[in-house]
């Protein structure tokens, strides 16, 4: 699986759209983009895929570049409660496992 | 969305003892799940992917003797941490694909192990 790079922690203000980048240059024509995050001390919770198109659900927006090379997370009306560590992963579509990075540390400030 | 649970959330044992986490998917059946585990501050490392019917597969530098893997039935998988030491302490999370092909994993709430 190709490798991604986050920052390493980010602040937002509540009410505001918290935007997460995720780089993966890397990245082959046959593997996906996910987003999980996990608060403290529970379980990771699927999020988001996408693999060349732009994805909204109803926790969230993943855009991804035209040459699939990097994307971004919008979560857009952060609530303290979306306080988590956010990761970015590349899986392959026929992948089972997901690999985890380090992912982004997101606190939402009152 | 699907539900994954483990049991128990959180164990202390002492040294030299095993320990038992089961893994459930609730609503879904999966052929394959998977252990992870994480220490403090760290993200989570993939132990071993668990086959129903069949041996589990481990990564590198994860002892299959110690860390026991049983996939008994579709929805069931259980972890057995053997002769316990302090260093196997950690939170232990297992997660199942849901369905074939590309789609969302579902993880567990994690198992605390404080070995003592």
């Known amino acids: 699986d190709a490798k991604t790079t986050q920052p390493t922690s980010m602040d937002c203000a509540e009410g505001r759209a918290a935007n997460l980048p995720c780089n993966h240059s890397?990245?082959?024509?046959?593997?996906?983009v996910y987003w999980y995050r996990q608060i403290h001390s529970q379980g990771p919770q699927y999020i988001i895929h996408?693999?060349?198109n732009n994805e909204t659900n109803e926790m969230a927006s993943l855009i991804i570049t035209e040459d699939r090379k990097s994307s971004t997370l919008i979560l857009p009306h952060a609530t303290l409660r979306d306080t988590a560590v956010y990761y970015c992963i590349v899986r392959l579509g026929s992948a089972r496992q997901l690999t985890f990075g380090s992912g982004t540390q997101l606190t939402v400030l009152p | 969305g699907a539900v994954v649970s483990q049991h128990p959330s959180w164990v202390i044992c002492k040294s030299g003892t095993s320990v038992k986490i089961e893994c459930r998917s609730l609503?879904?059946?999966?052929?394959?799940m998977f252990w992870y585990r994480q220490f403090p501050k760290q993200s989570l490392m993939l132990m071993a992917t668990?086959?129903?019917?069949?041996?589990?597969?481990?990564e590198q530098g994860v002892e299959k003797d110690k860390f026991l893997i049983n996939h008994a039935s579709l929805t069931l998988s259980t972890l057995t941490v053997t002769s316990a030491h302090p260093e196997d302490s950690s939170f232990y999370i297992c997660?199942?694909?849901?369905?074939?092909?590309?789609?969302?994993?579902?993880f567990g709430p994690g198992t605390r192990l404080t070995v003592t």
């Open positions: 996408g693999l060349k």
């Open positions: 609503d879904f059946q999966a052929t394959t």
């Open positions: 997660s199942a694909n849901r369905g074939q092909g590309v789609g969302e994993q579902y």
């Open positions: 890397t990245i082959s024509g046959n593997e996906y």
């Open positions: 668990s086959n129903e019917g069949s041996k589990a597969t481990y």
